[in-house]
């Protein structure tokens, strides 16, 4: 077979001297049996049919988004969308995994018309060029041993790393459980250190409340609510902390025994979990203010330092750097995006709780997890959502996986912009 390109044969399509050339070479003489296929209405579709030859006009999937009777040109002002070709790549291919999976959403005049919308517009190419962003950053990969997803909010990003990293000479992941809750045991001296430094928020946070949250040891939990009044129990700490203090004052010996069994535990959990040969660790996590790392820093007795891959950070994560020695690395620039950054951090998520605290299996210690209460719409919204993610990463990794260690995305705002777009600037949201 022949491929006739235009700038070889020194003729165009545009003014048909390329078909007459095909013709004549292939000795053609019925052009009706000459079939072609192409994206330009005019070079690859009139003009060889104005020479007889069967033609069929084969829209790119930008020219379907931003036809005449689409909102979307509101969305896509024109088919750059941006002067990084990493991010025209990423976005095409969203756009075209979109509309094979379901073309009535093009139709209909809301951005994230549904959660196949939110998806492939938004969701699933940011983790893929998150996942992209770890696999090719070198500073990572000659660095580290591992990169730790924090949990929750590391469930799904781990998951598109693995995916993007199977078969390549890239460091693991792993899992880690992890939670301010579950750090606390180390970063303070006993339980009522802890309790005078909690910051209690701007709304009512009832004692009971307290105790079901920080206290997994049942049998501790219910003597001190069996012997609390209901007054005690309601008492509201935001408000009235030191009366709240005074109420469970009297089961300080308990409580701060528990609290020492905790931070033992917690100890004992994460310096089994890192490599002591190691003296620096990653973790991923969506941000922002450090606390995290300072909290495993100190779970590991200050013998490590805890480098962050964060989306966004903030003045008091630099403030701990500076402190610490350690680094962070960050997908995006500036602070976070209110309202984007919630709704990545709950769909990074899995339905499930977070680690609450430490209890001990045989010689092992294992995380505890606290129930979350989901109800059934809720988990197969979150299903569709990561399946999604899922499925677009397998198609990429497919279509581009020998190219990943060349694609560097440095427009990032892109991702921004169309979250933002889909939830606030669409008059049809």
Known sequence: NYVYVSCENNFRKDNGKLYDTVLKKENISNPSGLLHIGDNFISDFKIPLKKGITAVYYPNIWDIVLCPCSQWGDFFPNKQISDD???????????????????????????????????????????????????????????????????????????????????????????????????????????????????????????????????????????????????????DLHINPIGGRKSIFPFKKELDNYFSEQKQLSRIYYQSIFSKKSKRELVFDCGYSGSVSNGLGNACGGEKLFDKYYLWENAKNSECDEKNGSKTICFFSGEAPLGLNIILEECFSPCSGSCVGFKKTGSQVEPIVDELYVNELMKADMKRIEDNCIDYTKRFVKIFGEYFESIHIEKRNRFIDTGYRGFLYSPYC
Not at 206 to 235: M, R, T
């Open 85 to 235: 070709p990493y991010t025209r790549i990423i976005y095409s291919f969203s756009i075209l995994c979109l509309y094979n999976k379901n073309r009535s959403h093009f139709f209909d005049r809301r951005f994230f018309a549904d959660l196949d919308g939110f998806s492939y517009l938004f969701f699933a190419p940011l983790t893929v060029a998150i996942a992209l962003d770890i696999f090719n950053d070198p500073n990572i990969q000659k660095q580290y041993s591992k990169v730790y997803f924090a949990a929750r909010d590391g469930y799904i990003p781990q998951k598109i790393y693995d995916i993007i990293s199977s078969g390549k000479n890239k460091i693991k992941s792993e899992y880690l459980y992890v939670s301010r809750q579950a750090l606390c045991y180390s970063a303070f001296k006993d339980f009522f250190d802890y309790y005078d430094r909690m910051n209690w928020g701007d709304e009512q946070y009832k004692l009971q409340n307290f105790l079901n949250y920080i206290i997994v040891d049942n049998n501790l939990k219910n003597k001190i609510l069996s012997n609390l009044s209901e007054e005690e129990k309601n008492i």
